[in-house]
């Protein structure tokens, strides 16, 4: 294209322009420079001379003008300054500018204006406007907060001209605002989502298949689908549609976007888009089955470039398989019957074997690519339900899932060691890539049991773990404290103090000798009086409390536990958790008072009641060893307390465990502490605990 020098009417134009005295006569040139610029004559340094003569502020009364000069057409100035406009925006820099941001209303008004044949030429413009914005920093929160979303699915919808650059531009705008654009406009980008999967399921030729690489980015995560009846309308007719394309020959072009579009509805909601019902259960099972013929084809005789090609499809396919996995253990009005749950769980265990022997070729350079993480997560999710199934093939891969875990852990706690601000932002976790998350369930299980628990000793697994632990603590204790959801933070270290109790059980000689259990031992003690209060942390409590007194028989001599304030104040917190679960009130009958767990445990007691136990066993194993134990008791009266609910309350009310747990504690803390066993039997101890069958009590009370 010619410059301005090479041009010589363009130059003069620029010289009128620049001379100009009135209206008139800038018009006049402004006319000739217009014509040049529609006609593609000017390059990027010409058209920063036109800008130069211009400015911003005659394209903006253009753009305000009312009546155009006569015999002109009714658009003639807004016209013009939208095309200069479009000019200017195609350098960046003019793009960002307040005075282009600030004309986004305008260039709205004209997309949802009625279309005549002399205004496309002005909407073309405006598309090549917002599409520039869109490319700058500043440009998608100015979109989304002047209105530009309803103005494009107005324009969608509509079908106006242009309608299909309207697409193009909410998608990329989804692509990189995608909540504030559903926060704000979910009615509007609703219409859109049900015009393309009406068209999606309507379409009998290769639109459809088009469609099904379009529609991901207008899935939004699930409140706007499935809270009202036009987001269910649209997931019924994704689902007929995929159900025909699916149930078909297809090509493997054909096939991929239809799978990788039915991984997104599951991210979006879940298996809640598949109907229930003989046809919803054959799709989903055709899914699953998919998804893992892909895996095996991809990844049992790995070809690096095939790979590479299709890891995005894979990672689709893994989604799919995560929902199998879920789908074949629901056992609340589950989608599979019992027949196709046993078929699938046989199918995916050959996929998983293909994503074991995959992970077994990765080399060290590779450590880096997200679809390693992908692999190990979705091996983590099924470590966490199916343990007994391809146990050789897991155990062998143990060191490098040990090492991999490590290595991410390793290299995102730095990189998340920055101002808070960023910390909190990687919501959840402290660092994005967190692969040891989703191993942990799996390890639990595996530490169970004693080959996989030598290699992942062997691997350095409970170093890192402790490590692990220390860090999600940190991160949970910086977040704020909402009454929200259990985050996958707590989770994660409700899922390591498993892990640390069946090592405590199984390898009582690693936690004495291996110095990071007397740094999380140090961390228990500080971390249960402040976490014992907050409600919302129960399960977490309960573990930590746990933990800490199982780890406390076998590390007695560890400075930290020799009479300190944190160990004072760490007995202190776990004989109130322990001494609270338990009340008496009404029996079932309406006669007389039974025991009950208390209001305040009733709702975890289910994932609370088993560590309770353990907790107590443990209580009792430690009072001989720490003499602060029987003071802590005494303070918080629970002697006291315990007497009147055994007092109160009918015999037939306590099962013979909870009788067990109470007398092995009581037993301790009267051999232990002869202030104990007095403030025992001034409470008629000798009368309920033969009331109770508790005969090692009996015995230690009645002895001199």
């Not at 402004?30 to 014509?35: D, E, M, S, Y």
């Not at 509509?158 to 705008?173: E, I, K, P, V």
């Not at 009072?623 to 002697?639: G, N, T």
Request: charged share 20%; aromatic share 6%; hydrophobic share 45%.
């Amino acid at each position: 294209m010619a410059a301005a020098g090479g041009c010589p009417a363009l130059k003069r134009c620029l010289g009128l322009l620049r001379e100009a005295g009135n209206d008139s006569e800038q018009f006049a040139a402004l006319l000739l420079v217009v014509r040049a610029v529609r006609a593609g004559e000017v390059d990027a340094r010409t058209r920063r001379q036109i800008f130069d003569a211009i400015g911003f502020t005659f394209p903006s009364r253009l753009l305000s003008s009312g009546q155009p000069p006569p015999g002109c057409p009714p658009h003639t100035f807004r016209a013009l300054g939208l095309t200069l406009l479009a000019c200017f925006c195609t350098d960046p820099q003019l793009a960002a500018h307040s005075q282009v941001l600030n004309k986004i209303p305008t260039f709205n008004d004209i997309l949802v204006s009625p279309c005549e044949p002399d205004t496309t030429s002005m909407i073309d413009d405006v598309y090549q406007c917002l599409s520039v914005v869109l490319a700058t920093s500043r440009g998608p929160r100015e979109l989304v907060t002047k209105g530009t979303v309803p103005a494009l699915c107005q324009a969608y919808v509509n079908c106006n001209y242009g309608s299909d650059r309207a697409l193009a531009l909410l998608s990329g705008l989804l692509a990189v605002a995608e909540a504030k654009c559903w926060q704000r406009d979910a009615p509007h980008l609703l219409a859109v989502l049900s015009k393309l999967s009406d068209d999606f399921l309507k379409a009998t030729d290769m639109t459809k298949f088009e469609l099904c690489e379009v529609l991901p980015r207008f899935i939004p995560l699930s409140p706007p689908l499935t809270e009202g009846s036009q987001g269910s309308q649209c997931l019924q007719r994704l689902y007929k549609g995929l159900a025909d394309i699916l149930g078909s020959k297809l090509s493997q072009s054909q096939r991929d976007p239809a799978l990788k579009l039915a991984a997104c509805l599951v991210q979006a909601c879940g298996a809640e888009w598949i109907p229930a019902g003989s046809a919803g259960s054959k799709f989903l099972a055709l899914l699953v089955n998919l998804a893992c013929v892909e895996i095996r084809l991809t990844l049992e005789e790995p070809d690096p470039l095939e790979v590479e090609g299709k890891k995005e499809l894979v990672t689709a396919c893994y989604v799919l398989i995560e929902m199998g996995i879920q789908e074949c253990l629901r056992e609340e009005n589950p989608l599979l019957e019992e027949v196709q749950k046993m078929q699938l769980i046989r199918i995916m265990e050959e996929a998983f074997g293909a994503v074991i022997f995959y992970l077994r070729q990765v080399k060290q350079e590779e450590l880096q690519d997200p679809f390693i993480f992908a692999s190990v997560r979705i091996l983590g999710a099924w470590m966490a339900e199916e343990t007994s199934s391809l146990k050789q093939d897991i155990c062998e891969l143990l060191p490098f899932l040990v090492h991999y875990a490590k290595k991410l852990f390793e290299e995102g706690s730095a990189a998340a060691s920055l101002p808070q601000a960023e910390l909190l932002s990687t919501k959840g976790s402290g660092f994005p890539q967190d692969a040891l998350r989703f191993l942990l369930p799996g390890f639990c299980h595996l530490t169970a049991e004693d080959r996989p628990r030598d290699i992942l000793i062997s691997a350095g697994a409970p170093a890192l773990l402790c490590e692990y632990f220390l860090w999600q603590w940190e991160v949970l204790t910086s977040e704020p404290r909402p009454p929200a959801p259990l985050t996958s933070t707590e989770m994660s270290l409700q899922t390591s103090c498993g892990i640390f109790l069946n090592l405590v059980v199984t390898a009582p000689d690693l936690i004495r000798r291996d110095k990071t259990f007397s740094s999380l031992m140090e961390m228990l003690l500080k971390s249960l009086p402040p976490l014992l209060p907050q409600k919302d942390h129960l399960v977490l409590a309960a573990n930590i409390c746990t933990l800490g007194l199982m780890m406390a028989r076998i590390l007695v001599g560890s400075a930290v536990l020799q009479g300190t304030q944190s160990a004072k104040e760490f007995f202190g917190a776990a004989v109130r958790f322990l001494s609270q679960a338990h009340v008496a009130q009404a029996a079932p009958g309406g006669e007389g008072l039974a025991v009950a767990v208390s209001p305040a445990y009733a709702g975890a007691w289910a994932e609370v009641g088993e560590l309770w136990f353990l907790g107590m066993q443990a209580l009792a194993g430690c009072v001989p060893l720490f003499p602060c134990l029987p003071q802590a008791v005494l303070q918080a009266r629970w002697l006291e307390a315990l007497s009147e609910l055994l007092t109160r309350v009918a015999p037939a009310s306590l099962d013979f465990e909870l009788i067990g747990a109470f007398q092995g504690v009581l037993v301790e803390l009267a051999r232990a502490s002869e202030l104990c066993r007095e403030v025992i039997l001034s409470h008629h101890g000798t009368e309920w605990a033969n009331l109770y069958g508790m005969a090692a009590l009996e015995q230690c009370l009645s002895a001199q």
